[in-house]
């Protein structure tokens, strides 16, 4: 058995974006580990001046003195990191590169993956807006030994996290990388020390979710198909972005009419309407939008009418034009 804090285990970070930076920051933090190195993407145009910009990681590696790697997706870079880092472990959360299976065959450790669902329900890139999307009352965090195919590897933990009733895309994220950061190190800890049996995962159960089902043109509101369910699950996970939205289809003559709409908060509201599915219209000192059930509603708590700034429901009806 090793012991961790006499000696770190050499650990080579592979990720991007700030879930990342959290991971690592927490194994950086953590004396039983050793941050040999990181690999992230290089530096990308960013604004409308595309100034050249360094990812989450390799902000936070430089300024604590961590050695920075590009493999540019060039496997022959792979195999010089490996030269370079030798490590015995290697990490990686939200990476983005698709990485060779030699590369994640050198460590003793092997590679570990941290992923955002109960594998193997939701391989793929877009685990948390899935589960939402799907009604899922409970999704996890699986702790995984990296393949070459997606998300196949072999299972060391899942933690299980309820979704609640409010949960967006981004406070579930928000409270899973807040989790998976402070149990990672523990758990390696345990894999390490052969204290966890790997579980292969059940191919045959798996589901997949893709990065291009989240996208500008699929969080469009389609009032006549879509349910008002799924209208609201549909809003809460495309939070932060890109955000569901519509036309907006008034039932006055109105400056807003033919508009684009963005839902960034709403709720189901039992009501019977008969109006046309998708038209915004106010009762009670409430902002609400019909669907395709007539004896239901949703109300409108967060909203932003195009070339507006986000407004609450309460400072739209102040300023309701009639």
């Not at 960013?46 to 989450?56: E, F």
């Not at 996208?215 to 955000?243: C, T």
């Not at 109105?254 to 019977?272: A, C, M, P, Q, R």
Request: proline share 5%; with cysteine; charged share 30%.
């Amino acid at each position: 058995m090793r012991n961790l804090i006499e000696k770190p285990v050499n650990t080579l970070f592979l990720g991007t974006d700030w879930e990342s930076v959290e991971t690592l920051k927490a194994l950086h933090q953590d004396p039983r580990f050793t941050i040999v190195g990181v690999i992230t993407t290089i530096d990308k145009p960013v604004g409308r001046k595309q100034i050249m910009t360094p990812s989450k990681v390799k902000e936070y590696a430089l300024h604590s003195g961590i050695e920075v790697f590009h493999t540019e997706k060039n496997l022959d870079r792979y195999q010089m990191a490996l030269d370079i880092f030798k490590p015995e472990l290697i990490v990686c959360k939200a990476f983005g590169e698709i990485v060779p299976e030699f590369f994640l065959n050198y460590p003793i450790y092997k590679a570990i993956n941290v992923h955002f669902s109960k594998l193997p329900k939701y391989r793929g890139a877009v685990p948390i807006q899935k589960a939402i999307l799907e009604g899922d009352k409970e999704t996890g965090i699986s702790i995984m030994i990296m393949s070459a195919g997606l998300d196949e590897g072999d299972v060391l933990k899942i933690i299980k996290e309820p979704i609640l009733e409010k949960d967006t895309n981004q406070t579930l994220r928000e409270r899973l990388v807040n989790i998976s950061a402070k149990e990672l190190g523990n758990i390696l800890d345990d894999w390490i020390n052969e204290k966890i049996t790997p579980v292969k995962q059940d191919s045959s159960k798996a589901t997949y979710c893709w990065q291009k089902d989240i996208s500008k043109e699929n969080a469009e509101i389609k009032w006549n198909d879509m349910e008002p369910e799924y209208i609201e699950r549909l809003v809460r996970a495309m939070i932060p972005w890109p955000v569901a939205w519509c036309k907006l289809d008034m039932n006055t003559e109105n400056i807003y009419s033919g508009k684009i709409l963005k839902l960034f908060e709403v709720e189901l509201f039992k009501n019977t309407s008969e109006l046309k599915p998708g038209t915004l219209y106010h009762k009670d000192n409430m902002l609400l939008l019909s669907t395709k059930n007539k004896d239901i509603s949703l109300r409108v708590l967060q909203l932003q009418i195009e070339g507006k700034n986000k407004i609450s429901e309460r400072d739209f009806l102040n300023g309701f034009e009639r």
